[in-house]
């Protein structure tokens, strides 16, 4: 792929859910990207309403991994040129089937194994009050995620529609269970943490009050096996903080 | 208003507008434009506590309100509250109040109520925040629609700035609700707090302490108790021996 067309593919793919909307969800945003490879086309009205035609239908994937796809789809769009075999309906269903496979793996690995991962990393770093490591190691996977997007536009460019076979590697699945257990054990970590830091704290005169609250904390989600947005805890810790308020002795305050 | 008349003030006002800005690009990260992960509650605040010249106030906000929310997770629809910008706000509002919070598990004071309620004003704010971010998703609906107008005549450059108009849209949705955040948090929040009676105060600063372990609980809930007890148990080993010697 030549540099100047990568480099303008790369940079509008990181904004491939701009436009999210809830009834086509990432099409305007991909074709935005497809745009960029047609600009360098000779005009031709037709084919371009066609080719417009062909990305404005529903699509959604897994933003970090999309570029497998993006590159591959140039890189068919190309062969489509110069080969009969290559059909906007291969196209299509290329499109679609491996976005779905992309939304999948991605999903599993970045959302389910590495976000909780870096999250609960930091957060240990948070709690010896290392402010900057933090912000390093969200630095580290802003790096790695970007070279992760510019290396897999070209390599699926470069695999076309075997970028197949490069989803069906089982290494991504052992990266995914791998970073779950890791995000596993740094759970452990903050809470073993935590509960050392609370045990302190409880020990400046609150007796056991202050850690039995913080255990009734950790045990309550795992008993009501529910899982309500971060802010709704938010309210149930307050509820759970104004019991606790009334059980303290007065001179906590 | 004491808030008010300390925001007033000219460098309240430039830091406000380079908060203002700051949370703008982090809302574009948040799901627009490069997903970082810079805009996750911990690093939009230590950010804006790093612009507002208070790096440990956003520790302190940040740290308990990233551990309650690691299991939000932005999947297709599901639910998405505003939480860089009600972060941002929030430290915004501490530090131009001229308020220094340190972070209560860090440096051993559970007693600070501010801290508590700006945690749970942050809270609030985020969940008000999703209405904003469904009704601008919603309004990139119209913007898509009107890229049909591109499959009649092919006019490419019609859907580049389509796109960069959601784009613009979504910058301004974080650019000024955080400014309005900031507003509602020194004008009306932060004032209530010394209204509310003795055992309400105490409340708000005991509910710090308690959100990391609701955090903790729910990703272990979202990875399966069984599944993942010798991982967690190992870490849990770990992370105590570590608080012991490190501290």
Known sequence: MPSGLRWKLYLAALGLQGSWNPQRMQNLGLLAIMVRWLEGRPRNTERDRLFCRRYYEFFNTNPYLANYLIGGLVRLEEESENEASVSPDLIRTVRDSLGRSLASIGDQLFWQGLRPTVVMATCLLGLYGRSWYVLAVFALFAAGQFMLRWRSLGRGYSLGLDVVDELADPRWHRAIAWTIRCGMVLTGAVAGCYFLLV??????????????????????????????????????????????????????? | MEAWGLLAGTPGWVTLVAVSGLCGLLVLDDTAWGQTWFSQPLPAALLTGLVCGEPLTGLAIGLPLQLVMVGNIPVGQTFLGDSTVAVSAAVAAAALTGHHLDPALVFGDPGLPLLGWLVVGAALLSLGGNFLVQAERRAHVPLMLEGHRTLRDGDLGRINRLHHRALVMTFFRGSLGCLLGVLVLTGVWIPLLGLLPATLHRAAGIVVVLLPGLGVGTMIDRYGLQRSLPWVGAGLVAGGLMAGVLR
């Open chain 1, 199 to 253: 045990t302190r704290l409880g020990g400046q005169g609150d007796g056991g009050l202050l850690l039995a609250g913080a255990a009734v904390g950790m045990g309550l989600p795992l008993i009501c096996r529910r899982r309500p947005p971060g802010e709704i805890l938010v309210l149930l810790g307050l509820v759970l903080a104004v019991v606790l308020a009334f059980a303290l002795p007065a001179a906590r305050s």
